[in-house]
C-alpha cells in the first residue's frame, strides 16, 4: 500500500472533477471572499460604541478639533486614493496590449500640462489641509483667560502615577491621585510637571497629549463637554512600569447626580460639588473591628510615606518626589495603583503585601508587611470612603 499526500492543489482538482465538488468549491470562494473584509473590519477593532480609548468620541472642545481634523484627513485621502484607482483601472483596460498588435505605444517626454497639473493639485491639498490645521493647533493651545473662572489643577507624573492638586474654585486644596475629577463645561487648566522622569498625560476622548517633565511646568487649556468616565494612559516611555501608569478622568455634571455608562455597565456620577465636599472630609475614625489596621499602618511606616488626612498619627508624611498617593479617600478610587487593579479589599492587599508583582519597579518597598497583616490593612483602607 502507497500513502501519497494530498496537495491542496490535487484536492481543488479532484473536487472540480465531480458536479457537487464544484458547487462546494464555489461556496467556499464565495465564503473566503466575503469573509476577508469583514475580517479586517474586525481587525480594525470596528464597533458602533465608542471605545474607552476612542479619539473619534471627543468630549471636550480640544477633543472636537483633533477628531475634526483625523476625519478631514481621513476622507481627503480616501476620495484621492479612489480617484487615483480609478484613473489606474481605466488605463489598464483602455490601454491593454491587444492580440496581435505588436507595436510600441507612442513614446512622450515631458508634458508642460500634465507637469503644472500633478503640481498644483498636491499643493492645493497640502494648503488646504494646512491652513485649518494651523488655526486648529494655535485654537488647542490657547491658555484660558486668566480672568474668566477658571478650575486649575496641578498634575504631577510620578512613576508610576499621578498625584493632582486642586489650585482653585470649590476644590481648592485637594489633594487626590491618579483619578481626575472635573467639573463639566468649566474652563480648566492643567499644569502638567513631573517630579522624576518625563511622563505625558493623555486622556484619548479628551483631545491630545501633554509631557510632563521634570523640572519644567506645562499648561494645557480644554472645557470638557460630556459627563462621564474616561480612561487614560500615560504616553511617554518613563521607565518598566509605564504600560501599567494609568489614569482615569472623571468629568462630573455641576448640577445633580446622572447616570453614564462605563465598559458596559451604569454608574452614577454625583455632582462636581458634591464630591469635592466628600473629598474635603477628613478621613473617619476607624470602628473597632478595623482599629486593627490602622495601628498596623502606623507601626509598618506607612504614614512615612501615604498621607491620611485627619487621623492621629497618619498625616505626618511631608510630601515630596518619593512621597506616595494620599490614601484619605483610597476607598472612593474606582482603581489603585494607577488603575493597575480594581479598588476592592483583595487588591489592596494583594498590593501593599508585594507591590513589585503587581507592578515591576514599584517605588513602594515589597516586604512590609505579612500577607495576614495586609488584609487587616486593606480593610481598614477600604473603609476610607
Ligand atoms: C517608600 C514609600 C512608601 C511606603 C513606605 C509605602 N508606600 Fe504605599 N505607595 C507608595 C508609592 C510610590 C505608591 C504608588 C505606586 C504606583 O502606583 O506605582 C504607593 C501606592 C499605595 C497604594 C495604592 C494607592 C492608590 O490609590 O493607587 C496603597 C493602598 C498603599 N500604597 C498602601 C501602603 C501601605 C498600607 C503601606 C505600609 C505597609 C505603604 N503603602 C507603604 C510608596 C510607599
Ligand atoms: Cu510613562
Known amino acids: 500500500m502507497s500513502y501519497r499526500l494530498l496537495t491542496i492543489r490535487a484536492l481543488r482538482d479532484r473536487l472540480a472533477r465531480h458536479p457537487a465538488g464544484r458547487v462546494a468549491l464555489s461556496l467556499l470562494h464565495v465564503a473566503v471572499t466575503a469573509a476577508l473584509p469583514l475580517l479586517l473590519l474586525w481587525l480594525a477593532g ?26 478631514l484627513l481621513l476622507y481627503l485621502d480616501a476620495a484621492i486614493l479612489a480617484i487615483v484607482v480609478a484613473v489606474w483601472a481605466y488605463a489598464l483596460v483602455k490601454f491593454k496590449k491587444q492580440d496581435g498588435d505588436d507595436t510600441l505605444p507612442e513614446q512622450s517626454h515631458g508634458n508642460m500640462k500634465l507637469e503644472v497639473i500633478w503640481t498644483a493639485i498636491p499643493t492645493l491639498i497640502v494648503v488646504a489641509i494646512t491652513v485649518p490645521m494651523l488655526v486648529g493647533v494655535f485654537k488647542m493651545s490657547k ?10 489643577v496641578d498634575v504631577t507624573g510620578k512613576q508610576w502615577w499621578w498625584e493632582f492638586d486642586y489650585k482653585n474654585g470649590v476644590g481648592a486644596g485637594l489633594h487626590t491621585a491618579n483619578e481626575l475629577h472635573l467639573p463639566a463645561d468649566t ?69 445633580a447626580e446622572i447616570e453614564v455608562e462605563y465598559k458596559g455597565q451604569k454608574v452614577k456620577i454625583e455632582s462636581y460639588d458634591s464630591w469635592v465636599k466628600a473629598q474635603q472630609q477628613p478621613a473617619k475614625a476607624p470602628v473597632a473591628e478595623l482599629e486593627k489596621g490602622l495601628k498596623l499602618f502606623k ?27 494620599n490614601l484619605t479617600h483610597v476607598g472612593s478610587r474606582m482603581g489603585i495603583a494607577a488603575n493597575t487593579l480594581v479598588n476592592n479589599p483583595e487588591n489592596i492587599a494583594k498590593w501593599i503585601s508585594k507591590p513589585s508583582a503587581v507592578k515591576p519597579g514599584a517605588k513602594m518597598p515589597d516586604g512590609l508587611v505579612t500577607p495576614e497583616d495586609a488584609k487587616t490593612i486593606a480593610a481598614f483602607l477600604s473603609s476610607l470612603k
Not at 46 to 71: K, L
Not at 191 to 197: E, L, N, P
Not at 313 to 318: E, F, K, N, S, Y
Request: with cysteine; proline share 10%; aromatic share 6%.
Open 46 to 71: 470596528c464597533s458602533t460604541e465608542p471605545a474607552p480609548r476612542d479619539t473619534h468620541s471627543p468630549v471636550s472642545d480640544n477633543g472636537e478639533i483633533s477628531s475634526f481634523f483625523y476625519s
Open 143 to 152: 491658555r484660558h483667560d486668566p480672568n474668566q473662572p477658571v478650575v486649575e
Open 299 to 325: 507601626e509598618r511606616t506607612c504614614p512615612s510615606c501615604h498621607l491620611i488626612n485627619g487621623l492621629e498619627g497618619t498625616d505626618v508624611a511631608a510630601r515630596s518626589a518619593s512621597s506616595g498617593p
Open 187 to 255: 474652563a480648566i487648566t492643567l499644569h502638567m510637571t513631573s517630579a522624576d522622569v518625563i511622563h505625558a498625560w493623555w486622556v484619548p476622548r479628551l483631545g491630545g497629549k501633554r509631557d510632563a517633565n521634570p523640572g519644567r511646568t506645562y499648561p494645557m487649556s480644554f472645557t470638557p463637554k460630556v459627563p462621564g468616565i474616561y480612561d487614560g494612559q500615560c504616553a511617554e516611555l518613563c521607565g518598566s512600569s509605564h504600560a501599567l501608569m494609568g489614569t482615569k478622568l472623571i468629568v462630573h455634571p455641576i448640577a
